[in-house]
């Protein structure tokens, strides 16, 4: 590879770290600075800097954010012409922003004696088992929970609707 080629690649490489740290998707970057494929531009980005980038998370938060707003309008509208599959797809848009803004959270549960870790876990038992998440049978010892002697224990978990 002559000098002026290394340049350019090097050149193109650069281009191409900048473009997905600022939220472009292969294809995307593939598609502007003229490679054959995303995967052409991943291997640049490896044979050049050793790694491929990564935006960070508050960015990625934004992009996705802006994303989400971008789907809602068109979701919205579809729900309201009676398309067929519309009120899923604005579901699925909901949720995901919901999630992306933490409404989403876990509920946190805090347990201080052996008979509310008993009583917890069961209702944790039932839940998974109406989501179908956990067997009509669980045999003992299927679900663990750490006991700290003479301290409460949080236990994190997702709200299951039934």
Do not use: H
């Amino acid at each position: 590879m002559s000098r002026k080629q290394r340049a350019d690649a090097s050149e193109r490489a650069s281009r191409a770290w900048q473009l997905r740290v600022s939220g472009s998707t292969w294809q995307e970057i593939a598609d502007q600075l003229g490679y054959v494929s995303p995967s052409n531009v991943y291997r640049a980005c490896m044979n050049y800097f050793g790694t491929v980038p990564q935006p960070d998370k508050s960015f990625r938060i934004e992009m996705w954010r802006q994303r989400i707003e971008a789907l809602w309008g068109p979701a919205l509208r579809d729900v309201q012409k009676g398309r067929a599959g519309a009120i899923r797809a604005a579901t699925t848009v909901a949720q995901r922003a919901a999630a992306l803004d933490g409404l989403d959270a876990p509920t946190r549960v805090s347990v201080t004696s052996d008979a509310e870790i008993d009583a917890w876990i069961d209702d944790y038992a039932r839940l998974k088992r109406l989501a179908g998440e956990l067997p009509a049978e669980v045999e003992e010892g299927d679900i663990f929970a750490e006991v700290v002697e003479d301290e409460p224990v949080g236990i994190e978990a997702s709200r299951v609707d039934a």
